[in-house]
């Protein structure tokens, strides 16, 4: 299954089946970005970054893409589990004067089904 | 290691009254973050220590939020006098160590309910 993280905030798939949740960052001069998955009562958990000189990274079962000539940001989980369940944001970082900040996507919330 | 702790994990009150939580960063992070997150939203930052010193609190309204971070280590955030849209949940990160300087790590959160 897959979804644009700001339009579709909700993404349902069958279990074993791969996941992609997407994001369209805002910055053009961010160069560094991060998912998050947050669980039900719990904090942001990191999953992966990718740095702005690169276009894909590899995790344990996770796949992180960067398009930045369209500014878009995906993540792809395989073999979706149902404890992958939970709201997946997508961070961007930039400078910001003598400050890096953070701004956080809308979220996508992945519900995985048995 | 041990993660971002916080307390207490969920507070109720009522109007008016005030209420303080409590962060413990990850050992050696010299960042610290104060965000509110309302229920379906991503996380709001509040307030940005660098050691005891803030860096950004440009979205922390000022007149009934404080935070401060005196020894550079444990943090508190505190509201008085609390309103209803402060209904959130309150969480603390950290950054800073090997993880690298933008690399944030979330505590649990403290659930605040306003009646």
Redesign the interface.
């Known amino acids: 299954g897959e979804s644009v993280g700001l339009h579709l905030p909700t993404l349902s798939v069958q279990e074993g089946d791969n996941s992609i949740i997407n994001c369209a960052y805002s910055n053009s001069a961010s160069d ?1 970005f ?1 998912w ?1 998955k947050q669980e039900s ?6 999953i992966i ?1 990718i740095r702005s000189n690169m276009d894909k990274r590899q995790g344990q079962r996770v796949t992180v893409l960067l398009n930045k000539t369209v500014k878009h940001l995906s993540l792809q989980i395989a073999a979706t589990q149902p404890g992958d369940s939970a709201v997946y ?1 997508c ?1 961007e ?1 930039a400078d ?1 004067g003598n ?4 701004i ?4 996508t919330s992945l519900a995985v089904n048995p | 290691e041990a993660g971002v702790a916080q307390s207490p994990r969920y507070k109720i009150i009522e109007k008016r009254q005030s209420v303080a939580f409590w962060c413990n960063p990850i050992s050696g992070h010299a960042t610290l973050y104060w965000y509110q997150q309302i229920l379906g939203q991503g996380p709001k930052l509040l307030i940005q220590f660098q050691n005891n010193g803030v860096v950004d609190d440009s979205q922390l309204p000022k007149d009934r939020f404080s935070a401060e971070r005196l020894k550079g280590v444990d943090s508190t955030l505190k509201i008085q006098p609390a309103k209803l849209e402060d209904s959130a949940v309150y969480l603390c990160a950290s950054s800073g160590g090997t993880g690298g300087p933008d690399t944030q790590y979330f505590g649990p959160g403290t659930r605040l309910t306003v009646l």
């Open positions: 560094y991060i998050y009562g719990k904090g942001p958990q990191f970054d944001f961070a970082n910001a400050n890096r900040k953070l956080w996507g809308l979220g």
